[in-house]
């Protein structure tokens, strides 16, 4: 049996926070306990205290005597063979979403068919190099679809506030049993990193398969088998009619030709709020020395900043905010068709990058757009049309309009660009023209803002990249509160940030598996 010692709280300087024997040494010494007397030392959080002069670590750990249990974190999952199961689910899209309510399905007794429009995570790469080298679009692999979904390829930052929707330590503890760095447990702000995220992934899929679940990749639904308001099931792009005692649809944000599918065959769906913007983009080195108040920031990870400001326009409000801050990251083509330029950004686990990138958008309302002619695919509308214009002022291939930010800012079309991490380069553009007079003022009000907050941070020493225009899906599935089925069709469970109910990896995997144990109930329930 484990004898807990001490439970403590300190703060250290990061050359001693992030030293394991240097940690493990100041940590006794703050539990008062000499080094024998303790065995084990358990980190329960980490975060950065950046409020004084000097930047401290913050720790939370336990004490222990003896070794702690082998559950620490929790237990593993196991799960069952359910290749012969009775009852089967089909789940559209192999992002966090589809994978995490495929493995509640196969907890619950139920066989999931996981159906990807696009390719699994190491074959998809090779699409990916296209687009970044040779600016080709694959519309079905890409930066959102294949396996993993947008995110993916696109960051693996893990912070969420959704935490009334399900248990976040659960997520976590999954994660860390497919591959993950048990840092994600501990650190305020949990990041896998995207060269690590496709490992991961493949894991979970493997678990799926040993369990005796399907994973078909390469595999786009293009209709539904819908009867009296019933939906039985959905029909592939190779004509195939797959039934299934429930359907769960965790298509992403970005699945557009779901969206046209489900209007055309009536299937009730809404227009929702949601933001429109660009990428900004600087040296790391400049946030650092911001954040920190150092000239270098040693052993401090790369700084990261949260933002926003509320602007007014014609006598409207509305929000400014940074969205998927990326510390030493890149900015990725995100694209999922030919004839438009679409930005996100990404880091890498060690957050090394020389440069540091950030969604700056707007909060798009229903009032903003034209209802009139396009209805609930009004935000679909809007998003087409800015992405379609930033493509053709910027020369019809994957390069980026661009702006340096202190240029944005006074009106001038920049002479010249800085350097980027946007592989497929940058075109100089008046980035009025792409996001029109409004949201560009919008955007300036937000600017100046977040200019008095951060020294440096709105000059000429960085510049925007457009456009950021899949923060999240204009589209909302509606569901009942509590069968969370689809109130006009039963058997349809819209489910993650496609269907408008979740915003990253974390909330849509918890989102999936709620939709996995609604649909249980709803099987049971017949």
Known sequence: MSDLLREIE????????????????????????QPGQADFVHLRKRSIDA??????????????????????????????????????????????????????CIELGLKPIVLERGK?????????????KEHLVNPDSNYCFGEGGAGTYSDGKLYTRAT??????????????????????????????????????????????QAGGEVRFDTRVDDL???????????????????????????????????????RRGVLIEAKPFALGVRVEHQQALIDRAQYRLSERGDLPAASYSLVHQTQVQGRQRGVFSFCMCPGGFIVPSATAPGEVVVNGMSPSR??????????????????????????????????????????????????????????LKGNVSAELLETSYQPGLVPVAMDE????NLAERLRQGFRNFGQKIPGYATNAAQ???????????????????????????????????????????????DGERCAEAALAAIAAK
């Open 164 to 209: 009334k929707r399900g248990d976040v330590g659960r997520i976590l503890r999954l994660l860390v049993q497919h591959g993950a760095t048990p840092d994600i447990l501990v650190d305020a702000h949990p990041h896998i990193g995207t060269n690590k995220l496709p490992y991961v992934v493949a894991a979970l899929r493997e678990s799926i398969l």
């Open 351 to 408: 957050r090394d990058s020389r440069f540091a990138n950030s969604g700056i958008v707007a909060a798009i309302e229903l009032e903003d757009m034209d209802l009139r002619q396009h209805g609930a695919l009004a935000g679909l509308r809007l998003q087409q049309q800015i992405e379609q214009r930033a493509c053709r002022l910027a020369g019809n291939t994957q390069l980026a309009p661009a702006q340096r930010l202190g240029d944005f």
């Open 10 to 33: 300190v703060l250290l300087p990061p050359a001693v926070a992030y030293d394991e024997f240097a940690r493990y040494r100041a940590l006794l010494e703050a539990a008062g306990l």
């Open 120 to 132: 699994d995570v190491r074959t998809r790469r090779r699409d990916l190099a296209a687009l970044n």
């Open 464 to 510: 925007i990249v457009g456009v950021e225009s899949r923060t999240s899906s204009p589209v909302r599935i509606p569901r009942d509160r509590d069968t969370l089925q689809h109130p006009e069709v039963r058997g349809l469970f819209p489910c993650g940030e496609g269907a408008g109910y979740a915003g990253g990896i974390v909330s849509a995997a918890m």
């Open 225 to 263: 088998i819908l009867e009296n308001n019933h939906l039985r099931g959905v029909v592939t792009a190779s004509g195939e009619a797959l039934e299934a005692d429930a359907v769960i649809l965790a298509t992403g944000h970005s699945a557009r030709d779901i969206y046209e599918l489900l209007h």
């Open 51 to 104: 409020r004084g002069r000097q930047p401290l670590v913050r720790l939370r750990a336990d004490i222990y005597q003896t070794p702690p249990p082998t559950d620490l974190f929790g237990p593993w999952f196991q799960y069952p063979d359910v290749s012969r199961a009775r009852r089967s689910v089909i789940i559209v899209g192999a992002g966090s979403a589809g994978l995490f309510a495929a493995l509640r």
């Open 434 to 437: 792409v996001l029109g007079n």
